[in-house]
């Protein structure tokens, strides 16, 4: 099927009619599918092309809208933190990528921390360890943890701080053990972040 040619066109008209004719959503899987389409045409054997690309593009397209929200929350600019937070957790809803809808959870809270909303950061917190509880990732959990651990600390409850720091701290230790490299387990464990945990575990 080339650009110039016949099939091409009829091919283009019926893909804009059926992109035009549904939700948004569901355009987008058009597009998609039509994409898978018109690489196989040629040769059948690009499908594999394609869909490696796909898989690569939206993992790396998630990460990097997360690294954009940390980026402008640690910039102070709430306005653009909120904006890529908020597109990061209507990708991950809509493919149910849970890892990083409890990250966009948490990325929630810290802007609402930011804008002095500490009853609304502490349900985005409790919203992303839902998650977590039903779809474990260590790695989001601790972190989620050692955010409410100092939200409650500020907010004055010990009790509920302590427990947060010292189930984020088992979970720091957990990932530590695996780490076989010396110096990337040191390097982890001597973090600020890490080193919040731990402070927090044992002073609180």
């Not at 091409?8 to 899987?29: A, D, E, M, Q, T």
């Not at 001597?190 to 575990?201: F, L």
Request: proline share 2%; glycine share 6%; hydrophobic share 50%.
């Amino acid at each position: 099927m080339l650009f110039n040619g016949f099939q091409y066109w009829i091919f283009f008209l019926i893909v804009v009619v059926l992109f035009y004719s549904v939700r948004f959503r569901l355009g987008k899987l058009i597009l998609l599918c039509a994409s898978y389409i018109f690489y196989m045409w040629w040769d059948p054997r690009f499908i594999v092309l394609i869909l490696i690309s796909t898989v690569v593009d939206y993992f790396l397209g998630i990460r990097l809208e997360a690294a954009k929200a940390e980026h402008w929350l640690r910039q102070g600019d709430l306005g653009k933190a909120k904006e890529f937070s908020e597109t990061l957790f209507s990708t991950a809803s809509s493919f149910k990528t849970r890892k990083y809808v409890a990250v966009a959870h948490r990325l929630r809270s810290e802007i609402a921390i930011a804008e002095g909303k500490p009853e609304v950061a502490r349900a985005q917190y409790r919203a992303a360890l839902d998650v977590l509880d039903e779809f474990p990732v260590p790695v989001v959990r601790w972190r989620v943890l050692a955010g409410l651990g100092k939200l409650l600390s500020t907010s004055g409850d010990a009790e509920g701080s302590l427990k947060a720091f010292n189930e984020a701290k088992k979970i720091v230790e957990e990932i530590a053990a695996n780490v076989s490299d010396n110096s990337l387990r040191t390097t982890f464990m001597e973090s600020k972040a890490v080193q919040e945990v731990m402070s927090g575990a044992k002073e609180v």
